[in-house]
Structures are given as structure tokens and as C-alpha cells.
């Protein structure tokens, strides 16, 4: 999150598109990245629990966040400012949520979309 606030406030495309690339391997690995410098690290510190390998849920979260990403980068490379602040700020937003409460608004939408196509469909009984 601290780097994403770094590449909007600086408007630096090239920020964004490395934090992209690095959320896109997250996309086809199951661990993220960054997963093993926690897991084998910082952790230990922090007295937690291990990252768990990544599900269908977290690997939404990962298309979500490159896209968004990519398209902040590309937003500020096109010199369309306004529009980079406009994807960026709230991505930052969305990042602390998660960072700080835990509540993350991509995996919301993924459990609230994946619920509705799972429960059987309601007939009328009569």
C-alpha cells in the first residue's frame, strides 16, 4: 500500500506498472510474491499465523488490483492526471481497508457474486 501511495502521488507510471507486474504473478502462482518474505520472515516477529496458499477468492483480488493498477500507470503515462487521482486515491482507500480493518471490498464482491450463483434457485411451490 505505502509504495501504491508513492506511484499516485508522484504520478509515476512506472511505480504502478512494477506493482502491477508483481500483483499479475499472484494471478497464476498460488502464494503471492511477497508471501515468503512473511512467511519466513515477519511473522515471527508478529507472533501470526503463516499466509495461506491463495484460492479462486484471492486470485480475484490479484485481477482486480493489476488491472487497477495498470490502469492507474497508464492513466498518469497518458498525461490524463485527473484520472490517475481519480483510480488512484480510492485504490489507496481500498488497500488500507484491507490493511487496517482487514475487510477487503474486492473479496466482499467476489463472496457476495459467488454466493448468488451457488444457492439453488427459488420456484414457486404450489
Known amino acids: 500500500m505505502l509504495v501504491t501511495l508513492v506511484g499516485v502521488i508522484t504520478a509515476s507510471p ?5 506493482l502491477a507486474a508483481l500483483t499479475s504473478v ?13 512467511n519466513y520472515g515477519f511473522r515471527y516477529l508478529t507472533r501470526t499465523r503463516s499466509m495461506p496458499r ?14 487497477w ?17 481519480a483510480l488512484g486515491v480510492p485504490l489507496i482507500l ?10 477487503c471490498i474486492p473479496s466482499f464482491i467476489y463472496n457476495t457474486v459467488v454466493d ?6 427459488v420456484t414457486g411451490g404450489g
Open 94 to 103: 481500498v488497500a488500507a481497508l484491507a490493511s487496517t480493518t482487514n475487510f
Open 69 to 85: 493498477l495498470a490502469a492507474t500507470g497508464w492513466a498518469f503515462h497518458a498525461g490524463a492526471d485527473m484520472v490517475g487521482f
Open 116 to 121: 448468488r450463483w451457488h444457492k439453488p434457485a
Open 14 to 18: 512506472a511505480v504502478l506498472w512494477t
Open 26 to 38: 499472484g494471478i497464476v502462482l498460488p502464494f503471492h510474491p511477497f508471501d515468503p518474505l512473511y
Open 54 to 67: 491463495s484460492g479462486p477468492q484471492r486470485h480475484f483480488v490479484f485481477i482486480l488490483a493489476t488491472a
